[in-house]
């Protein structure tokens, strides 16, 4: 009996090694949002990105549900704004990455846009894209942006295809290009003067001109001469044509900048 016991364990010693084989050969796990490092999360107090984050965060996941309430202390419950930022290693191949956002969300993988869905009104949808990705590091940046009621975010990804190859999705629009600490001044999630509300303006990104209102006077400034006004960038009340100089970066040799007031009143734009 000796013999035949030798020759089963050979066998048994065989069939593990070819399970060892095997479990070599076959593609690594689902990668997903949570699959290599943490997330770095700076919040603002205001829904554009704007100055300096009042609360800086690590998270491993990117799942949050704060309902009716807001991050953190230093975090207004509506009209704030958050950017994720991580690196992750990805093997070669397919993914499929998803965000859910009330309201908004945006995903950039090594400075390209896939998933942006500002200005869309489709707030809590599930959001997919296909990307390629070639096996190493990639930075991977998310924005996100509440407006009101309910505030949530979801991002994830997974695997669809080993190896795949092919030519990745065109970038769409960047979103702002704010980076985390960028001095600067911050505008307002809502303002309204006697030229209109521009708090749609703000939250779409249009120029004054689309919520101007004239209200009526005789010298009051007209559609044509907001038109020609250049973009808003620091939103909040001020004095037509009035000229306030900000700070515009963190670096103290910087000097301050002039930005000039709406003829709208409802915001500065570069002097």
Same mark, same amino acid.
């Given at each position: 009996? #000796? ?23 076959? !593609?690594? %796990? ?17 829904? $554009? &990105? ?15 549900? &704060? ?6 202390? $230093? ?30 969300? %945006?995903?950039?993988? /090594? ?6 869905? #500002? ?25 996100? #942006? ?10 994830? &990804? ?12 065109? !970038?769409?629009?960047? !979103?702002?290009?704010?980076? !985390? ?28 001109? %689309? ?6 006077? &005789?010298?009051?400034? $007209? ?27 963190? /670096? ?20």
């Amino acid at each position: 009996m #000796r013999p035949a016991t030798k020759l089963t364990s050979f066998k048994l010693m065989i069939l593990v090694f070819l399970l060892a084989l095997l479990v070599m050969a076959l !593609p690594p %796990a689902a990668a997903n949002a949570q699959s290599s490092t943490f997330w770095t999360a700076y919040y603002y107090n205001n829904p $554009n &990105w704007s100055g300096n984050p009042v609360q800086i965060d690590s998270a491993q996941y990117i799942s949050f549900n &704060w309902g009716l309430g807001s991050p953190g202390p $230093n975090v207004p419950p509506d009209n704030f704004s958050a950017t994720f930022v991580g690196t992750f290693f990805f093997y070669a191949g397919g993914y499929t990455f998803s965000a859910t956002a009330d309201d908004e969300v %945006a995903l950039v993988i /090594d400075g390209v846009t896939y998933i942006d869905t #500002r200005g869309q009104g489709i707030s809590g949808k599930n959001v997919t894209a296909h990307v390629n990705m070639s096996q190493g590091n990639h930075q991977v940046t998310v924005y996100y #942006r509440e407006f009101t009621q309910s505030a949530y975010i979801s991002v994830t &990804w997974i695997i669809d295809k080993q190896g795949g190859g092919g030519t990745p999705p065109q !970038p769409q629009p960047q !979103p702002p290009s704010n980076q !985390p600490y960028a001095c600067g001044p911050t505008s307002q999630g809502s303002v309204q003067t006697q030229f209109g509300n521009y708090t749609p303006c703000i939250q779409s990104g249009q120029q004054q001109s %689309a919520c101007f209102e004239s209200n009526g006077a &005789w010298n009051a400034p $007209n559609i044509g001469s907001i038109e020609s006004e250049p973009h808003i960038q620091v939103w909040m009340n001020c004095t037509s044509d009035s000229v306030t100089n900000f700070t515009v970066s963190c /670096d103290s040799s910087v000097p301050q900048k002039a930005f000039k007031c709406s003829k709208t009143e409802a915001g500065y734009f570069p002097n």
